[in-house]
């Protein structure tokens, strides 16, 4: 895999070089209530399409798939200048914005380089997703306006690693499990390693009646939605970020309308949130990422602190916090900051020699960012 993404990053860089010297225009629209909102979501439609014009292979295209919008959010600061070809004000009151754009090439494809190499360090997490939906008055597990539409934003053309939404309409049948999510990180965060999530995203959505602009429409009814996001580290039970949006639909149908506007507030929502996300991200690979690590076999007191000194001094190992300590049952919780992946922390602590006391470590299990160890004797 390394000398793969070696090759590739190599492809970029000589493509940079040779796409340096000139820039790329192209064409983008956007629709948001207000007009910087529809303005940031025109450069982004054209930076998308920009994107596309610069992958030059089939390899390239296909390593691409999986983040473009991602990408797309790091490279708006590429668009170095664009014009306003229309402004419309919609019917249903938004704002909608063509632009012609000119983009830096170059500066893009750095970008493109940069964020290959943060989803390789996060070995592409398995998303969740899990909204409590209310349409109309009525809310049933069935509602998954908002879910079905986040899953779609994530998986095409994307391809994050997503957990099948029955999953998530079996849990909403329970109405405990759905109580659990509500106000509490560490219950949410256990149902998603349940169900095989490294990320767990939970909010609400509702949508009512705007029984005052729906007077006016000649039969047609304006509904609403608000839907509110958060983005939860499943091995951590850490918050990573939250988003809210609000959006409005027309239609002759009450529920219609509902379920059309808690979508388009969803995907918006999303968007906001695969931005922090990302921003989370990077910060675990730039100052390190929190691993779990149970270890067995630490029977006495000073194994224990045998295991935590050895573990303090390997390398890529910035910090070492003791959780608890059970000697009846010989195991030890600790949270290990460690500045790479899960895989390469097993790989350097699977075998690593204990710094007194003898013995070594060796790794008996990984599920994300959960490794248990065990404390082997000479």
Not at 108 to 125: G, T, W
Not at 158 to 172: C, E, Q, R, T
Not at 318 to 345: I, M, P
Request: glycine share 8%; aromatic share 4%; proline share 1%.
């Amino acid at each position: 895999m390394h000398r793969c993404l070696g090759f590739f990053l190599t492809v970029l860089l000589v493509n940079s070089f040779i796409f340096a010297q000139d820039d790329l225009t192209t064409e983008g629209t956007g629709i948001g209530v207000n007009r910087d909102e529809a303005l940031m979501a025109a450069k982004r439609d054209a930076v998308e399409k920009g994107i596309g014009m610069v992958l030059l292979s089939q390899t390239e295209i296909e390593n691409f798939q999986l983040k473009r919008d991602i990408v797309v959010t790091k490279t708006i600061g590429t668009v170095s200048k664009y014009e306003i070809i229309s402004e419309t004000r919609n019917s249903d009151a938004t704002i909608e914005i063509k632009i012609r754009a000119q983009l830096s090439k170059s500066a893009m494809r750095q970008d493109l380089a940069a964020f290959n190499i943060l989803i390789e360090s996060m070995d592409k997490p398995r998303v969740m997703v899990l909204i409590d939906e209310n349409n109309i008055g009525t809310s049933e597990p069935a509602n998954q306006a908002a879910e079905t539409a986040i899953l779609s934003f994530l998986k095409d053309p994307y391809d994050f690693n997503l957990v099948d939404k029955n999953v998530s309409l079996s849990i909403k049948s329970s109405r405990q499990k759905m109580a659990d999510l509500n106000g509490n990180p560490a219950a949410a965060a256990a149902i998603g390693l349940q169900n095989g999530a490294e990320v767990l995203i939970t909010g609400t959505a509702t949508s009512k009646v705007a029984e005052g602009i729906s007077q006016n429409l000649g039969g047609m009814v304006s509904v609403q939605a608000d839907v509110t996001l958060k983005a939860i580290n499943c091995n951590t039970g850490a918050i990573a970020g939250s988003a809210a949006e609000h959006a409005a639909r027309v239609h002759i149908s009450p529920q219609t309308a509902g379920n059309q506007a808690i979508a388009k507030a969803a995907q918006k929502a999303a968007g906001k949130l695969l931005d922090m996300i990302i921003k989370n991200w990077q910060n675990q690979v730039n100052n390190g990422l929190s691993i779990s690590v149970t270890v067995n076999e630490v029977k006495i007191f000073r194994q224990k602190n045998a295991v935590i000194t050895t573990l303090t001094g390997m390398s890529g190992v910035s910090a070492v916090r003791e959780r608890s300590w059970d000697a009846t049952s010989a195991q030890l919780q600790l949270e290990v900051v460690y500045k790479g992946n899960t895989n390469g922390f097993c790989t350097k602590v699977d075998g690593f020699k204990l710094k007194s006391g003898g013995g070594s470590l060796a790794v008996t299990g990984v599920n994300g960012q959960n490794v248990t160890l065990v404390a082997q004797a000479l």
